[in-house]
Structure formats: structure tokens, C-alpha cells
């Protein structure tokens, strides 16, 4: 559910509401415009271990274009709960690192929260943002010194109720979209809860309970979740993208972050996500509303697997 992708929620006149630009209403604009088609994108990749991390780095900075300094770890590997690095700067507004495992408010998920420890002292990070080129970890007290080596642990808890509710989010949409053919244009997760608009005229109680039952059915099925990185030219390429405005993507943007809910749903994204549906749980759609002209939303909670 990143900055590229914030760049084309702009061009279709979406607006975004991210921290760096907001936290509690931000529409998910990484869902709005990228729900690509199965085309070989699913396909193991056979170059070098070397060359796919060359790939990946060059992808990860493309797609989030003004932190191009700082490798997004999380982006690979969301399951990284700890992790090492350099502090590059130290700014009123937070500590910028050559790496890092936190994820900064985007795309509607929250930041992560957790630590950073150092040789001589230990701070709470308690807001992640980006800002400019920077990747900025907001801290609790006083900041490390620059060179520093640290280790930054993430709030486990809180990374993974997000993660689960931000493939819940991207399965319901795919579900959505093979029932009645509406797409996504918007979303938030929360710990505890997550909500989506899409475009549909039409939201019975009916359709509800069908949404409910056939996101459940998918996600118990087990469904492997995977993250690929696909170049402009093959994102063209591939015919559902003019239907959902990637082409819309700006021309600087050359790497785009897929993530694969296989059989269910592909999408541009920048976030974080479990690696199989299974660890989803249970969802219940507990509200749905009118946002007016033709746009509905739906809230759902996740429970243990029935």
C-alpha cells in the first residue's frame, strides 16, 4: 500500500495526504495505479545473486526517488527486524542513516517505531519520515554522533499488524476488481484496522458479504506473496497498464516495485507485506460509507484464522 508512486497519484489529480505531507487520511496512492497484469513478471529471475542486488538497489532508489541515498532495506526483506548502519547527518528534524530497516510514513502505511543503539547511548525512534533526499529517524532524546555506527531495531508488533493489514487491503482490492471491475483509489492501515475506497457505484449488502467470503476463501488458500522489480518498458508492455494509468508514471521513473499476491492481485507499491496470505487472518468488513460520486469505502478488522 512511495514518492514515484506519490508522483503518480499527482498526475491523475489524486490527492495525497503522507506524512512528510500527513499521517491520519493519506490516500494510498501505490494502490491506486498498478494493478499489472500477469505477464512473466512472477518468473524467477536467472542472473547472478550479484546483479539482482545491483537491480534491486537501482529499483529501490527509483521508486522512491528522494531517498535515493539511503538503501530501503525493508524494501526487500520486510521481515528485517534488526539491522546495522552508518549515521551520514544529524539535523534538527531527525538522523539521516546510509541504511535502514524503518520504513517512513507513505503510500497509507504509518511509520515504523523502535530503537537505535550506539556505543555510549540509546535513543526511541519515534517518527520516520522523508524529507527531501533524506530519509529522517525522529528521535526520543538525544542523537548519535555522526559516523556513528548503530543498530536499529523496529517494533516488531507494531510492523507486523501493518503488514498484515496492508495485504488484506491489496487481496480485498484484487477481489474487487475480479467481481465487479472497480479499482482502487485510495487507502490507510492502522494497527488495528484498515480502510480502502474504490470506485463502485453499486455496494449492497450483497456485495459486502460476497467481497468478505471471497477475500477470506483466497487468503486461507495460502497464496504466495513476492516482490519484483519491473522496468518502464516492460510495465508498458503489458496491456492491463494503460486501463490502470501506469502509463501515467513520469518518464524519470525507469524501476517500478511490484508486489505479487500470486493469483489475486499485483500492484505498485512501496510498502511492507507478509509472505503468504495465511498469515493474513480472518477479515471482517465492519463499516463501509458513501464518499460521494460513485466512490465507496469499506473498513475491515482482521481476527484469527477460523
Not at 546495522?84 to 504509518?110: E, H, K, S
Not at 467481497?211 to 518498458?233: C, D, Y
Not at 493469483?263 to 480472518?282: F, R
Request: proline share 3%.
Amino acid at each position: 500500500m512511495g514518492e514515484a508512486m506519490a508522483a503518480v497519484g499527482e498526475a491523475v489529480g489524486v490527492a495525497m495526504a503522507l506524512v512528510g505531507t500527513g499521517v491520519g487520511d493519506a490516500i494510498d496512492a501505490t494502490s491506486i495505479t498498478a494493478r499489472l497484469a500477469i505477464h512473466g513478471i512472477g518468473a524467477r529471475d536467472a542472473r547472478g545473486d550479484n546483479e539482482r542486488s545491483a537491480t534491486r538497489r537501482c529499483a529501490t532508489s527509483a521508486y522512491h526517488p528522494r531517498v535515493a541515498d539511503t538503501t530501503l532495506l525493508y524494501a526487500t526483506n520486510a521481515y528485517l527486524r534488526q539491522f546495522d548502519a552508518i549515521v551520514q547527518a544529524v539535523t534538527d528534524d531527525g538522523v539521516i542513516l546510509d541504511q535502514t530497516a524503518f520504513y517512513p510514513t507513505g503510500g497509507g502505511q504509518p511509520h515504523d517505531l523502535g530503537t537505535l543503539r550506539w556505543d555510549g547511548g540509546s535513543a526511541k525512534v519515534v517518527e520516520v519520515r522523508k524529507q527531501g533526499d533524506a530519509v529522517l529517524h525522529k528521535l526520543e532524546g538525544s542523537p548519535p554522533p555522526v559516523s556513528a555506527r548503530v543498530h536499529g531495531e523496529i517494533d516488531w508488533d507494531r510492523r507486523y499488524a501493518l503488514m498484515r493489514h496492508h495485504t488484506a487491503l491489496h487481496s480485498m482490492s484484487g477481489v474487487i476488481f475480479q467481481l465487479y471491475g472497480a479499482t482502487v483509489t485510495g487507502g490507510q492501515m492502522y494497527t488495528d484496522r484498515a480502510r480502502m475506497d474504490f470506485q463502485l457505484p453499486d455496494l449492497s449488502a450483497e456485495r459486502l458479504h460476497a467481497i468478505e467470503q471471497r477475500t477470506n476463501e483466497l487468503l486461507a488458500q495460502g497464496h504466495p506473496v513476492s516482490i519484483h522489480f519491473l522496468s518502464r518498458t516492460e510495465a508498458l508492455d503489458v496491456p492491463d497498464l494503460i486501463r490502470t494509468r501506469v502509463n501515467l508514471i513520469p518518464e524519470s521513473v525507469q524501476q517500478i516495485r511490484v508486489v505479487n499476491i500470486e493469483g489475486i492481485d499485483q500492484q505498485a507499491d512501496g510498502g511492507t507485506h507478509v509472505n503468504n496470505t495465511s498469515e493474513v487472518g480472518y477479515v471482517r468488513i465492519i463499516g463501509s460509507e458513501n464518499k460521494g460520486k460513485g466512490n465507496k469505502r469499506v473498513e475491515i478488522a482482521l481476527e484469527a484464522q477460523e
